[in-house]
């Protein structure tokens, strides 16, 4: 059976409220969705401000995205949202945003590279970047399950960043890490070479992930 999330809209509005307080969304960018235990998925409204945002607010959709409850429309990127779901039964959550220094990377079109220590362990590898697709799209969900592989994060071609999780909490722990470790490598690079980790202990590190996801 799939993974899912207990009471998948209540984490679903405290994740949006705490990815607003950790500076990682503005506004109404980033969108976050919890698989339920019928299957249906919990997902934040499109165009609605997390500031005010409440549980009645919160769209319930089927796996072919048709809105089964709640009065708003979903996120736009209800599709990247659902293939990752459908492609991956073991996760249960996926976080989207737009944090600054993921989406430098994203921009560039670069891998984050494994340069600290718990990066491996928690996220499986460096970030891998997706090809360009654009919002909304079918082919952005495909191209965003593709870098997912054996993940726990990806970058979203000049867009953003998307991590996932088997439950909510790790998917929030992943999106802070990954734009962490972008940011730390970003200023790393203007102090000179990003020296990165040995690769044996970047195995090592990598086949402790299955455990860790
Ligand atoms: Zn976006």
Not at 100 to 118: G, L, N, R, Y
Not at 159 to 166: E, F, K, L, N, S
Not at 192 to 203: D, F, M, Q, S, Y
Request: aromatic residues 6%.
């Amino acid at each position: 059976m799939a993974k899912y999330v207990e009471n998948a809209a209540e984490e679903v509005l405290a994740a949006a409220k705490e990815l607003l307080e950790k500076g990682l969304v503005e506004g109404t960018s980033g969108n976050i969705s919890a698989r339920q235990e019928d299957g249906n998925v919990a997902v934040t409204p499109s165009s609605l401000d997390y500031r005010i945002m409440e549980l009645e607010d919160i769209v319930i959709v089927n796996p072919a995205g048709e809105v089964v409850s709640g009065e708003r429309g979903p996120t736009s990127e209800i599709k990247l949202h659902l293939a990752v779901l459908a492609a991956y039964e073991d996760l249960a959550a996926v976080i989207h945003s737009h944090a600054v220094h993921a989406t430098m990377f994203a921009v560039a079109q670069q891998p984050i590279p494994t340069c600290i220590d718990e990066f491996t362990v928690y996220l499986g590898g460096e970030v891998r970047c997706t090809e360009y697709a654009p919002s909304g799209s079918d082919e952005l969900g495909e191209q965003t399950v593709k870098a997912l592989e054996d993940r726990g994060a990806a970058l979203i071609a000049n867009h953003g960043m998307v991590a996932v999780g088997t439950d909510m909490k790790k998917a929030m722990h992943n999106t802070a890490l990954v734009e962490r470790s972008a940011k730390i490598i970003w200023g790393a690079r203007q102090l000179g070479a990003v020296h990165p980790l040995p690769e044996k202990i970047n195995e090592n590190f990598a086949s402790v992930y299955p455990f860790m996801r």
